[in-house]
């Protein structure tokens, strides 16, 4: 296919949408398709220079009538504005909420200027298992997606859930999440793992942003018994309303000295490169990328086997699921994996695992189904 020109549409932050969304539109722009990233703030992992990468910010204003400025129609005005003077052949919006109602009133603009602008609607997660089955988002979530001219969800399981709770009468694709193996990979660092590790302890990591879905106490607890059998530390990557709690557990099990808050990093793959254990212990995850980040740097992963994680990880292969809250099964497989005559094994399964999500398998189903949406909506894609 020629050149399509996309407008991507996200939250600029470290959560799973926005950053698929921006490793997504990289990826297309160094196949030669030329993206516009339209958002209100640069986002975090947009730090590479590409002759077909584009950033359009999203400028909304506070008036004195206005409790809060008006993003989405700041959003919407801006979508049109670059729809029409980029002339994009595509929207294609990441999380429902406020992106594809957005993109619907974009594109009844755009119909009155006679322009016809498909629109594809990727649901992530929580914008369908939180936010948009509050019962004042319902209505508008719904209509949203039944007017996309595409849908696609990263997990069987979000599809499932989506089509459980919200009267769906679109088609929903399933394109699962996807990791750069070229950025994702382990790397030698090992004077890092030294520093953090002088004793040969094993390092477990866990990242995330710290919200309660993410059961941060159950990490603690699960590396509290993990290291009273062997000698480990651990490493929490990420920020949020749950960390404050997390480091008073800390504290109240005197272990303040074997575990480091790290907070927000860019570069997670250097600590991941010498990590030996994953834990996501979440109550809910739509795919689970931190998951198969973490695996793509050869670390096993032992989690909850809830919502999409079964998808991705594999039983007994690429580490261990238990039940949401089973603190002490996760301990007992966390122990078995981090046998250093079992360590081997679990890290080479990972990574063979993490290379059927490689980006350079997912790009294609996401190229192809663009197409098929610009067709169905007769707008041409070569321009």
């Known amino acids: 296919m020629e050149q399509i020109k996309i407008g991507i549409v996200c939250y600029p932050t470290f959560g799973g949408s926005g950053v698929v969304a921006t490793e997504l539109g990289k990826a297309l722009a160094q196949e030669g398709h030329q993206v516009h990233f339209i958002t209100y703030s640069q986002p975090s992992r947009l730090d590479f220079l590409n002759e077909n990468v584009f950033y359009h910010e999203v400028e909304f204003r506070s008036y004195p009538l206005f409790e809060y400025p008006p993003y989405e129609l700041a959003l919407a005005s801006k979508m049109v504005g670059v729809a029409m003077n980029e002339k994009l052949d595509l929207l294609h919006v990441h999380y429902a909420i406020p992106h594809a109602s957005a993109a619907y009133m974009a594109k009844q603009i755009l119909k009155t200027q006679g322009i016809s602008m498909p629109v594809v609607t990727t649901l992530h997660g929580t914008d369908i298992t939180l936010v948009g089955k509050d019962a004042s988002y319902e209505p508008v979530v719904t209509f949203s997606i039944n007017q996309s001219d595409g849908v696609t969800a990263v997990s069987e399981d979000l599809k499932r859930e989506t089509l459980e709770h919200f009267n769906i ?155 949401v809250g089973d603190i002490d099964d996760m301990t007992r497989k966390a122990l078995f994996i981090l046998d250093k005559n079992n360590l081997p094994k679990f890290k080479e399964n990972a990574l063979n695992r993490a290379k059927e999500f490689d980006i350079t398998r997912i790009l294609p189903r996401y190229v192809e189904y663009y197409g098929k949406i610009i067709e169905k909506t007769h707008v041409s894609a070569f321009r």
């Open 169 to 323: 009468t679109n088609p929903i694709e399933v394109i699962p999440n996807f990791i750069d193996l070229e950025k994702f990979k382990k790397q030698k660092k090992d004077h890092f793992k030294r520093a953090i590790c002088p004793e040969g302890e094993m390092l477990i990591v866990h990242t995330s942003n710290f919200r309660k879905v993410k059961r941060i106490g159950d990490v603690i607890q699960t590396f509290y018994n993990i290291q009273k059998t062997i000698p480990a530390k651990l490493l929490m990557i990420g920020d949020g309303p749950e960390r404050v709690g997390a480091e008073q557990q800390c504290r109240d099990l005197g272990i303040c000295n074997n575990i480091r808050f790290l907070g927000k990093l860019e570069a997670v793959e250097e600590v991941l490169s010498v990590a030996d254990l994953f834990l996501m212990p979440s109550e809910k995850e739509s795919f689970g990328l931190a998951a198969l980040e973490a695996m793509a740097c050869e670390v096993p992963v032992i989690s909850s086997n809830a919502g999409g994680i079964p998808e991705l990880a594999i039983q007994g292969v690429t580490g261990f699921m238990s039940d």
